[in-house]
């Protein structure tokens, strides 16, 4: 079945360490790919995607992303992590592009803590 | 300027009654989507207007949902009558291009709880 997986509900990491989020998504084309954060309070925010081109994509707030299609992975990173980061992170994409964004589908999302 | 905008932001209400949840987009967004996530699963897609017609509604779980948007502004999604089921946050979403930017711009969402 086509889905988006993010295998780790919940993340604890020490405020400066090194931060990677997994994704994975089973479709048979490449899809358009999103990482989207929701802090606390706050609505979806977009933190980067990918509609093409080169395959490590920065993002806002110190993040990126790399596009893997040999693994079908879309994984979010940063190197040190900040107390504000905690929130939770949503992968996200688009099977058919961005002319079928009713089509957006989300993993299940990865809560992030961080530990002064 | 204005993000997107939920009504109400948690909702409490028993099982057989109707709740209304209100959305206002970014001035401009033609398109509106409402999106569901529950009990901590992946957010879901229900439908989507672009201006005030309905352009997909295939993610709607059935005829207790009703979505409107009159005028192409605000929309109303009303559940009526509520089960168990539906609690939840739905999130509200809108866009200018989503064929050439592809990005949504979401509100807090509305937390639904059916007792």
């Known amino acids: 079945a086509q889905s988006v997986t993010q295998p780790d509900i919940h993340i604890t990491v020490s405020e400066g360490a090194s931060l990677e989020l997994r994704c994975n998504y089973s479709?048979?084309?490449?899809?358009?790919l999103f990482w989207y954060v929701q802090s606390p309070g706050q609505g979806l925010q977009l933190l980067l995607k990918?509609?093409?081109?080169?395959?490590l994509v920065q993002g806002i707030k110190g993040f990126e992303a790399e596009f893997k299609r040999s693994q079908s992975s879309f994984n979010l990173r940063k190197p040190s992590v900040h107390w504000s980061d905690a929130a939770e992170y949503f992968c996200?994409?688009?099977?058919?592009?961005?002319?079928?964004?009713?089509?957006?589908?989300f993993g299940a999302g990865t809560r992030l803590t961080v530990k002064p | 300027e204005a993000g997107v905008t939920q009504f109400p932001s948690h909702s409490v209400i028993e099982k057989g009654q109707t709740v209304t949840l209100r959305c206002d987009p970014i001035?401009?967004?033609?398109?509106l989507y409402w999106y569901r996530r529950v009990m901590g699963k992946e957010i879901k897609f229900l439908l989507h207007?672009?201006?005030?017609?309905?352009?997909?509604e295939s993610g709607m779980p059935n005829n207790r949902f009703l979505a409107e948007r009159t005028g192409g502004t605000y929309s109303t999604l009303k559940v009526q009558p509520a089960e168990l089921e539906d609690s939840g946050v739905y999130f509200c979403a809108s866009s200018q291009d989503p064929a050439n930017t592809g990005e949504l711009f979401f509100g807090e969402g509305s937390r639904l709880t059916v007792l």
């Open positions: 990918y509609f093409s081109g080169d395959t």
């Open positions: 479709y048979g084309a490449t899809p358009y």
């Open positions: 207007f672009v201006k005030e017609s309905k352009q997909d």
């Open positions: 001035s401009g967004h033609d398109n």
């Open positions: 996200a994409v688009v099977p058919l592009g961005p002319r079928n964004n009713n089509d957006m589908r």
